[in-house]
């Protein structure tokens, strides 16, 4: 019998993969390369919108997932961080969110499928439904001169992510991860909405996976919480894991990891960026240097599931998945009732 991603947390710390963007620019594709046939004579430029690749250029999306798997990879992302109506607006291409997230959602099974094929493997392997955090926030106010004015309402984001969430289930998801969070309220219409489909369709709730957004040394999320208030907001999602990403190297996010390893109730998750970006916005810290980091949260007992965001390649995860397989995951702390 496969284990449940539960069982495997108790055992150890899992590896979740590193950057998708980062992969996908080293193809240095071309328009025409995202349009593929089927969008040849689309009216708008496509080229940037990476999750259109699972439609269009479905192999080079399921290569890179198996790079992460050879990596050491326990966990995948689907190539879905702005599979969501609202998001694919830029590109007038809304109507494509469900297909997007079903095409990803698959890419990451075939891709999965074949490792294990290929290398003989029995050790489990989960696919994380990767849900980001929007173009459009319904915290701040895109205009300075009018605080109280918002782009997007929490209804419109919530069905928004109502729709992903359909199309990443009935890919064959195995987790459903909120991550990249900068505005909780967000996220919060994420949870409602992911709460919303299975009340509704009365299939069997997956796991949730909750990963903010510390931006800066002020240890605030954008919207303007402390990383213990973001936990708090999110907490009654009966999350598998909350964690953080993005925005901070590991080095920067240490201090954020520790605390969180002391409130959290549930699993901690960490996937930082390759170092802080340089002039060119381009990350120049190498694997090893990220995994020692790393290492020391693992050795200290701060994480349960680790790995890369931007600037992290499957270098950076081979190195990260050495390094920590030598400690012990992560205990579940017994908390005190409020």
């Known amino acids: 019998m496969k284990k449940t991603i539960k069982e495997c947390l108790n055992e150890r710390i899992l590896i979740i993969d590193g ?9 240095k594709l071309e328009e025409k390369d995202f349009r ?5 004579d689309w009216h708008k430029d496509v080229k ?6 699972s439609i269009t250029q479905p192999q080079i999306i399921e290569a890179i997932h198996k790079e992460y798997l050879k990596a050491g990879a326990d966990i995948i992302e689907t190539n879905t961080f702005s599979s969501t109506s609202i998001a694919q607006a830029d590109y007038d291409m809304q109507s494509l969110a469900y297909e997007l997230n079903v095409a990803a959602a698959k890419c990451a099974r075939n891709a999965i499928d074949k490792f294990l094929a290929e290398t003989n493997s029995k050790s489990e392997k989960f696919i994380a439904g990767a849900i980001g955090p929007l173009n459009k ?9 009018n605080p109280g004015f918002r782009t997007v309402t929490f209804d419109e984001v919530a069905n928004a992510y109502y729709e992903q969430i359909r199309g990443l289930v009935d890919g064959g998801v195995d987790l459903l991860l909120i991550e990249t969070i900068f505005d909780t309220l967000n996220a919060k219409a994420a949870i409602y909405a992911i709460k919303k489909y299975f009340r509704n369709t009365k299939k069997q709730e997956l796991p949730i996976m909750i990963s903010g ?9 954008l919207s303007g919480q402390t990383l213990e208030a973001f936990y708090i907001s999110v907490s009654h999602a009966n999350p598998l894991s909350v ?3 993005c925005a901070l190297g590991a080095k920067e996010m240490r201090p954020y990891i520790e605390e969180l390893s002391e409130i959290a109730g549930c699993y901690t998750s960490a996937y930082p960026n390759a170092g802080l970006p340089n ?3 381009e990350y120049d810290e190498q694997p090893e240097e990220t995994a020692h980091i790393i290492e020391e949260w693992a050795k200290e007992g701060f994480v349960n599931i680790v790995g890369g965001c931007c600037g992290t390649t499957p270098d950076h995860i081979k190195h990260i998945a050495e390094q920590v397989k030598k400690f012990k995951a992560r205990e579940l702390p017994v908390l005190e009732e409020a």
């Open 19 to 27: 950057a998708m963007g980062t992969m996908i620019q080293r193809y």
């Open 36 to 40: 593929g046939e089927r969008f040849e």
């Open 48 to 53: 940037g919108n990476n999750d259109l690749l």
């Open 137 to 145: 926030t319904l915290s701040l106010s895109p205009d300075v001169n």
């Open 213 to 221: 957004t510390i931006t800066d040394a002020s240890g605030r999320t």
């Open 243 to 245: 964690g953080l990403n």
């Open 279 to 281: 002039a060119f916005g």
